[in-house]
């Protein structure tokens, strides 16, 4: 993992006292929203990044599915095999460094105003014999 990226989110888990799903996320998605440049390009990288958060909890199968999927979907494929590895990256930050936090997303709002924007999260704890969300099934990973 690049030295920038666990640097960043070293402390993650003194920060949480009370867990702030739509807080957790926007921290998550932060690579990705760095390069973001405009409101329909926040929107994408903040699905992307519930996408990988959720496909943290399913089977390597399923995310080698899902993620190709993603991928050929995304269109020009000039940067397949880098969007690959990004995506990829994501799902290991989650899984090494918000480990504990053992809950999908199941919906968001993003609301956009002149100024500012409302982000809300609804998340939901994934019990030990898994849950479909999306049709896929997220397996509880109780650590």
Same mark, same amino acid.
């Given at each position: 993992?690049?030295?920038?990226?666990?640097?960043?989110?070293?402390?993650?888990?003194?920060?949480?006292?009370?867990?702030?799903?739509?807080?957790?996320?926007?921290?998550?998605?932060?690579?990705?929203?760095?390069?973001?440049?405009?409101?329909?390009?926040?929107?994408?990288?903040?699905?992307?990044? @519930? $996408?990988?958060?959720? #496909?943290?909890?399913?089977?390597?199968?399923?995310?080698? /599915?899902?993620?190709? %999927?993603?991928?050929?979907?995304?269109?020009?494929?000039?940067?397949?095999?880098?969007?690959?590895?990004?995506?990829?990256n994501l799902i290991k930050i989650k899984s090494?460094v918000f480990s504990y936090i053992n809950r999908? @997303? $199941?919906?968001?709002? #993003?609301?956009?105003?002149?100024?500012?924007?409302?982000? /809300?999260?609804?998340? %939901?704890?994934?019990?030990?014999?898994?849950?479909?969300?999306?049709?896929?099934?997220?397996?509880?990973?109780?650590?």
């Amino acid at each position: 993992m690049p030295k920038k990226i666990k640097g960043k989110y070293r402390d993650c888990r003194k920060k949480y006292k009370v867990i702030d799903m739509s807080q957790v996320i926007l921290d998550f998605a932060e690579p990705l929203l760095e390069d973001a440049e405009g409101q329909e390009s926040h929107v994408e990288a903040i699905e992307i990044a @519930i $996408a990988c958060w959720n #496909l943290s909890f399913c089977s390597k199968e399923i995310q080698e /599915n899902r993620i190709d %999927k993603m991928v050929n979907y995304s269109g020009p494929k000039d940067d397949s095999a880098g969007v690959m590895e990004g995506l990829y990256n994501l799902i290991k930050i989650k899984s090494e460094v918000f480990s504990y936090i053992n809950r999908y @997303i $199941a919906d968001y709002k #993003l609301i956009w105003h002149d100024d500012y924007v409302d982000f /809300n999260v609804t998340s %939901k704890p994934i019990p030990p014999c898994g849950i479909y969300a999306g049709g896929v099934l997220l397996k509880g990973t109780y650590r």
